[in-house]
């Protein structure tokens, strides 16, 4: 993917790029992407449930697996996640096979670290409004579960749709992640 921003421009503040922003352009990125792909089925867009649509599916599982990879999560825990999931059984067996995660990540670097200075951002900006960091997680999730809805409407009432994300949480201790993510030193 090709993206018109860099990760410098929202790290230093050139650019705001919301949650949303992100997630909504990365959906159509993924989607166009697919449909130049010869991996689509005909009929992929034909379904009125958007948990049935192939391209969302398709793109759940691409956001999840980049998440994993901004937060540093492991592969085996987004492929466990993946496993479970009831999806279109293409899509599952490409985002379960490891050979294809590991191209998968090297050639979405870009894609990583824009979304790792959008996430940077968005907490930056909690923090700095003064949200308690014992309410952050809540905050990031309900972002993240708004940042979809264009995508999948009802996914604030539908718990399958919302089980199918891999919540934005991070690795270890959220203190410890925080530190990580802002490249802070570990003592500080």
Not at 28 to 41: G, H, I
Not at 142 to 152: D, V
Not at 169 to 186: A, Q, R, T, V, W
């Amino acid at each position: 993917m090709e993206w018109d921003i860099t990760a410098d421009q929202i790290n230093e503040g050139e650019l705001t790029f919301s949650l949303t922003e992100f997630t909504n352009k990365m959906f159509k990125m993924v989607s166009f992407e697919v449909r130049q792909s010869e991996t689509a089925p005909a009929d992929a867009e034909n379904l009125a449930e958007p948990l049935e649509n192939y391209f969302v599916q398709y793109y759940v599982c691409f956001y999840n697996y980049m998440l994993c990879l901004a937060t540093d999560r492991s592969r085996w825990g987004f492929v466990s996640h993946t496993k479970r999931l009831i999806i279109d059984q293409d899509i599952k067996k490409r985002f379960t096979d490891k050979k294809y995660l590991i191209l998968l990540a090297e050639e979405q670097k870009e894609t990583v670290d824009i979304f790792k200075a959008v996430l940077k951002r968005f907490v930056s900006d909690l923090i700095e409004a003064g949200v308690s960091t014992n309410r952050l997680p809540q905050m990031i999730y309900m972002q993240q579960l708004n940042s979809f809805s264009s995508i999948i409407p009802s996914i604030m009432k539908n718990e399958k749709a919302r089980k199918m994300l891999v919540r934005i949480e991070f690795h270890n201790s959220f203190f410890g992640s925080l530190k990580s993510l802002f490249k802070l030193p570990i003592g500080g």
